[in-house]
T-cell receptor, first 109, second 117 residues
Framework: RKEVEQDPGPFNVPEGATVAFNCTYS??????FFWYRQDCRKEPKLLMS???SGNEDGRFTAQLNRASQYISLLIRDSKLSDSATYLC??????????FGAGTRLFVKA | DAGVIQSPRHEVTEMGQEVTLRCKPI?????LFWYRQTMMRGLELLIY????????DSGMPEDRFSAKMPNASFSTLKIQPSEPRDSAVYFC???????????????FGEGSRLTVL
């Protein structure tokens, strides 16, 4: 079993739609959680951290459920520029940082 | 400020040849990570260092792969001998990580795209 699992997609949504991505992780001792974004043929970049209480950054909302070992990302009012691959990231002890394989999103006009 | 610098950006080589990928982390960062990305397997952690010391190399595929960090400003990932299945994009990332902080941002280089024929 992979340490971090994501639905690979692709998700094809129209502009303005709301889309949700999910992620599960296997190491219950994991300490920190993040979502990264990767554009085609580019390097990954941090989108947002994920806190136990849930957190929001503009149109993006991230949530963590430690009991279920589950992380989510919600994007509201999708823009064409949101088209990218979204990577779920888990940081375990010693700062070992594991990336999920990513979920591809295509936002269409 | 300069980001993480990787070289070469592209490398095409023949099976059996030695490949050396290089990384210069962001100055002041004390963690350095090497990842490999393929369509099939996604972004895999190969090895990471803290203060130039390897912490976890369990992701290194086999003995053909080796990584070193001789000082705080330079790391190499070597493949010898290379095989076609090693074809991938290899990313280096660095960070300044401290317990209790949840930022945990890794800063990636632009990657080295390796093709082994």
């Amino acid at each position: 079993r992979k340490e971090v699992e994501q639905d690979p997609g692709p998700f094809n949504v129209p502009e303005g739609a709301t889309v949700a991505f999910n992620c599960t992780y296997s190491n219950s001792a994991s300490q920190s959680f993040f979502w990264y974004r990767q554009d085609c043929r580019k390097e990954p970049k941090l989108l947002m951290s994920v806190y136990s209480s849930g957190n929001e950054d503009g149109r993006f909302t991230a949530q963590l459920n430690r009991a279920s070992q589950y992380i989510s990302l919600l994007i509201r009012d999708s823009k064409l520029s949101d088209s990218a691959t979204y990577l779920c990231v888990v940081m375990a002890g010693g700062f070992k940082t594991i990336f999920g394989a990513g979920t591809r999103l295509f936002v269409k006009a | 400020d300069a980001g993480v610098i990787q070289s070469p950006r592209h490398e095409v080589t023949e099976m059996g040849q030695e490949v050396t990928l290089r990384c210069k982390p962001i100055s002041g960062h004390d963690y350095l990570f090497w990842y490999r990305q393929t369509m099939m397997r996604g972004l895999e952690l190969l090895i990471y260092f803290n203060n130039n010391v390897p912490i976890d190399d369990s992701g290194m595929p086999e003995d053909r792969f080796s990584a070193k960090m001789p000082n705080a400003s330079f790391s190499t990932l070597k493949i010898q001998p290379s095989e076609p299945r090693d074809s991938a994009v290899y990313f280096c990332a660095s960070s300044l990580l401290r317990p209790g902080q949840n930022t945990g941002e890794l800063f990636f280089g632009e990657g080295s795209r390796l093709t082994v024929l």
